[in-house]
């Protein structure tokens, strides 16, 4: 079957999809698949053959619900429509298997036997992320250490506002929740920040359903960097959705937002070399100045 006609199947399965449930259910899985103990709520029907899967990962892959959360995001009704629901197994496994079946036709017509090589590669780059970089404070406090330096706070005020600790204190309290459920109310009660900290931690980590597609249209190619491209959504893992007039955050894949606020953090700070977000103090972080030094600087205190 032609790649094209494939991701179109994608398409119109997913256009008759709500997004609110959808997102839902995709939280749930991936909490499934990274969170011990977690339990698949009662209300999404589950395969037993996945259930009885050691480990589960060998049906469904961490990266396999990323790309389902881009095309919902993409192209999901604000409700469900009459055809199928994620919350059916059929439906969800047809997706998964599609999209599998996508990548697998762009390396047989796009890649070819000869550069197996570097498949496997980007396959296993692919799949070591997930198995190191899961929910750990071990992870939390190294990055912690690492950027909470006076330097590289400087940075952090300079490209989002907040320092170091207020970052990390909104991030592990929006961890906390999203661990328990899928969506949250916009407004946040953490105990010495406002509301305004809120908003700037959500500047740089979310974008409203409309931006966040548009951008993942953009990036959206049917061509060899399919599984692999960067994707707007681990820069911005949060969403911004309404319903019935109140404005809720969902998080449908929460370790893109425990990387965001660990390793994926250093892009952020990097940023604040050349867009000066500091409320107009002069941290002195003109392009080319401070930042790798600060860094090396920091990384060195810490080994």
């Known amino acids: 079957m032609a790649i094209q006609e494939l991701y179109l199947n994608v398409e119109t399965l997913t256009r008759q999809l709500g997004l609110r449930e959808s997102l839902y259910v995709i939280w749930a899985y991936s909490q499934y698949l990274q969170v011990a103990e977690f339990e698949i709520p009662e209300d999404i029907e589950v395969a037993d053959q996945f259930l009885a899967a050691h480990p589960p990962q060998e049906m469904l892959a961490e990266w396999t619900l990323e790309q389902m959360a881009r095309e919902v995001v993409r192209y999901a009704d604000e409700e ?5 629901s994620l919350r059916q197994w059929a439906t969800f496994a047809r997706i998964a298997d599609t999209l599998r079946d996508i990548e697998a036709e762009i390396h047989a017509q ?20 997930w198995q190191l970089y899961r929910f750990d ?28 600790p207020e970052i990390y204190l909104i991030g592990m309290a929006y961890l906390r929740i999203f661990t328990r459920q899928p969506r949250v109310k916009r407004q946040l009660d953490v105990p ?10 959500l500047a740089f980590t979310s974008l409203t359903r409309d931006q966040l597609s548009d951008m993942l249209g953009f990036e959206h190619a049917l061509d060899e960097g399919f599984g692999y491209r960067h994707s ?14 109140q404005d809720e955050i ?13 390793s994926g953090l250093y892009y952020s700070l990097r940023r604040g070399l050349y867009y000066g977000l500091g409320g107009g103090r002069d941290y002195g972080l003109r392009r080319g100045r401070g930042f790798t030094g600060a860094l090396g600087e920091s990384f060195e205190r810490y080994v």
């Open 232 to 245: 707007s959504l681990r820069e911005f893992p949060l969403i911004q959705i309404s319903d019935q007039g």
């Open 137 to 164: 404070w071990r992870i939390v406090i190294r990055y912690y250490k690492l950027f909470n330096t006076p330097r590289l706070v400087a940075h952090a005020e300079a490209a989002t506002g907040l320092t170091i």
């Open 110 to 129: 796009l890649v070819g036997a000869e550069r197996i090589h570097l498949e496997e590669m980007r396959i296993a780059h692919r799949k070591l992320v």
């Open 80 to 84: 469900p429509g009459q055809g199928g």
């Open 250 to 262: 969902a998080c449908p894949v929460p370790a893109l937002l425990f990387w965001r606020v660990t």
């Open 192 to 201: 010495g920040l406002t509301q305004q900290h809120i908003d700037r931690f």
